[in-house]
């Protein structure tokens, strides 16, 4: 493949980057809540809770950047809806077609989870949810919205791999892995901060959400080592100044391998908030410079 | 019944009749001078423009829908030369990757097989322009949508041959029915090959075939076009599948994480017992 005539989509980081990120994280926080729920047990809810009223607020911020970088963005409706036919349209194959819709689902999924723990917490009153709230919807939403949030955290690197772009292409098929697997790490690191900010971080649900974070990290620097063989010489952007700073001192090395050894240290000594607290923060900085670094190189 | 074109390079002698005639039918603006500095050069230069070739444009682009290349090849003892040309346009993929890529059904294919943006319908959401394997649709900032070559469908619909066709004083770019133009082409291949010289045709297989395509006298490479393009989404179900399968680890990992509903029993009857 001839690289130098596939032309960039010039999408623009601070919108699109910043896009996978948040969506990313949302969809993480949810599904790991939504695990939780369904398989941990019903005495100990502080990390689905805390999941839902991270999952919420975040994702009401995403249609601000991705409207923002459309062209035309009062059009943005024509996702939906054929224009000239009236009718809904779906695009199979086109998964910027198919994340609109999922996007979609996605947001009632967490939107009624967020309303059913405002409701569950006595924060607001619903009859409709008081009466069932602790039945089976909630069960339910976890099912579609953690199967919704496994889509929005993958398909925007299959989106990136299914174009002509010759980093993009070469990455292929594991851009989609990498991003479920940051959005999980990313989500956790949510969690654990919104745990820490109502402190409510002790006990065996946050050991388990560490254990479930350290192999999550772990098969990211797999993903990404394996990435960067299959990219090979188009890999080549990510060696130069501005990658070198993002990518590899600030994702590979601040953002997951840093974390990684503070976890594995001192995963039997309780250690001051401080510290805990930076390590999450450099956790979800690594998360996002990864999607800008990764959107940027195939752009150049 | 499709409709398309057949570009013959070894008898274009780039005049670029055809992207004037381009830029006249489809009124599109020309491309103003960018003036910059660049460093060592005490005046202004346009860099938007080649400078050193008589090639003007360098690529495709939303108001340039054609593009003649110029292809100086020099040996290294400056002996030996040959001056190629390719006027280069959309190629109308029988299975188009922008096409497939747009989420708003934005772009369509008419009944002559011809691939069309439709301005009203397009969002500007950029997609469809790396999901082309030829580097071809791009974005115009003035209308906030994708554009390229319509293979003048306003005309083709009402009888008439492309513009650019219709200008080329060489007849090297040929516009007729498919099968019409294969035929052609596969004379003026033989015809060459029985002269002993290089030619290839660019376009029976790739994407499917292309609508537009190509006799060259030398590799894609060197005219600018892929060797080897893949229409992006046919990796598609490749990447689901290994994201699926991700999908399907965090899951697991989450589950012997989480399944504290089973360690718990355990535990209670452990202490039972
Ligand atoms: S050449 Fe590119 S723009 Fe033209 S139909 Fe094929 S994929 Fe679409
Ligand atoms: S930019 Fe327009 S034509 Fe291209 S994929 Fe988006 S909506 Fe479709």
Redesign the interface.
Known sequence: ??P????????AWYYIAVYFFVAGTSAGAY??GA??EL???GR?REVSRAACYIAFPLLILVPIPLIA?????E??W??FI???GGYP?L?L?????VG?WVLLIFSVCTLLSFLDNLVADRVISFPLFSRYYNRIPRRLYAVFG?LAG?FI???T???L?????PF??AT??????LF??SG?STGAAAISLYLIWRRRNSG??VE??E??DR??MV?ELVLIALLLILAGRTALPLMTLPFVAMFWLGTVALGIVAPLWFKYRFRRHPFGDAPVLAHYLCILAGGLLLRISLLQA?QL | MAKGMFVDTTICTGCKACQVACKQWNGLSAEPAHFGKRPGVPYPVADNFTGDSYDNTG?LSATDWRHVRFIEQIDESRREKRWLFSSDSCKHCSDA?CL???????IVRTDLGNVVV?Q????????C???????V?????E????HKCTLCNDRIHNGLGTACAKACPTGSIRFGELADLKKRADARLAQLKGKGEQARIYGYEEADGLNVFYLFADR??VY???????V??R??V??????I???L???A???V?????LN?RDEEENHES
């Not at chain 1, 970088?69 to 963005?73: C, H, K, V």
């Not at chain 1, 791999?161 to 772009?165: D, F, I, P």
């Not at chain 2, 497939?100 to 934005?106: E, L, Q």
Request: charged share 15%; aromatic share 10%; with cysteine.
């Open positions: 493949m001839s130098e005539i596939i032309q960039p989509p010039e999408w599904f790991i695990m939780e398989f941990g047990s100990e970088d459309l062209g035309r963005p059009r943005f024509h996702l054929y224009n000239q349209y695009n194959i086109s998964p910027m077609s609109s953690s496994f955290a993958g398909y690197g299959v989106l791999n299914v174009t002509a772009s993009w292409a292929s098929p594991f851009m989609g892995a479920i697997v999980a065996g649900e388990r959400l254990a479930f192999v999550v098969s195939g | 690529t990757g497939n890529a747009c989420p708003t059904k934005a439709q009203e319908t397009c969002i500007g959401c950029k997609f322009i790396p999901s082309c394997p030829y580097g649709i791009s974005f115009s900032e209308t906030g949508t994708a894609p490479k600018g076009q892929p060797e080897d393009p893949v992006p989404q990796r598609l490749l990447c689901s599948l290994v994201t399968l991700t999908a680890g965090v899951g990992a989450a589950l994480s989480f399944r504290e509903r718990g």
